[in-house]
T-cell receptor
Framework: GESVGLHLPTLSVQEGDNSIINCAYS??????FIWYKQESGKGPQFIID?????DKRQGQRVTVLLNKTVKHLSLQIAATQPGDSAVYFC?????????????FGTGTRLLVSP | KAGVTQTPRYLIKTRGQQVTLSCSPI?????VSWYQQTPGQGLQFLFE???????NKGNFPGRFSGRQFSNSRSEMNVSTLELGDSALYLC???????????FGSGTRLTVV
């Protein structure tokens, strides 16, 4: 199928905590995954991506983990800040198909309180 | 470097009318994709264009159409608008699949 789902619709954390946002995907043929952040009134903003030949990738304060065995993605945000408050989407796609199409998860709202 | 530009930002249309939305991709990006975002359905793929050719289309009725020009700018058109077409329409551009996708801020369409 083409469903990408999220376990938690809303995640509330305290400033300074680490946040973990989870995502399950169903298409085992997907080989490229992207996390996006969407703030109110804006389009999705690229955070980090990972290919299926990797199981972990780190960016600035963010880490993406990929578990292909259980088709699970997670986004870890270290030292969460109020500016991290937004809706986070995972998206999957297949490379080398001759076209580009992202399948998005339903989104998780991250609320960071000071 | 300018980002993806979508115009207009907001639109209010009446049921039955048609609408055209515009997207200017990042310079050098030849792939342009369109997505519809609604609270109920989330982000849904509409179609993707590359070098003026539609390469893929999502599961939307024929009232939704698009095109891409030689300068990679793209437009999408929705005819015979329905209330359910009210949504945020997002455009994304890319250099290629493995380079990620950059989204514009979207056009908020309200059908009354």
């Amino acid at each position: 199928g083409e469903s990408v789902g999220l376990h938690l619709p809303t995640l509330s954390v305290q400033e300074g905590d680490n946040s973990i946002i989870n995502c399950a995907y169903s298409n085992s043929a997907s080989d490229y995954f992207i996390w996006y952040k969407q703030e109110s009134g804006k389009g999705p903003q690229f955070i980090i991506d990972i290919r299926s030949n990797m199981d972990k990738r780190q960016g600035q304060r963010v880490t993406v983990l990929l578990n292909k065995t259980v088709k699970h993605l997670s986004l870890q945000i270290a030292a969460t800040q109020p500016g991290d408050s937004a809706v986070y989407f995972c998206a999957e796609t297949r490379l080398n198909t001759g076209f580009q199409k992202l399948v998005f998860g339903t989104g998780t709202r991250l609320l960071v309180s000071p | 470097k300018a980002g993806v530009t979508q115009t207009p930002r907001y639109l209010i249309k009446t049921r039955g009318q048609q609408v055209t939305l515009s997207c200017s991709p990042i310079s050098g990006h030849r792939s342009v994709s369109w997505y519809q975002q609604t609270p109920g359905q989330g982000l849904q793929f509409l179609f993707e264009y590359f070098s003026e050719t539609q390469r893929n289309k999502g599961n939307f009725p024929g009232r939704f159409s698009g095109r891409q020009f030689s300068n990679s700018r793209s437009e999408m058109n929705v005819s015979t608008l329905e209330l359910g077409d009210s949504a945020l329409y997002l455009c994304a551009s890319s250099q290629g699949q493995s380079y990620g996708y950059t989204f514009g801020s979207g056009t908020r369409l309200t059908v009354v």
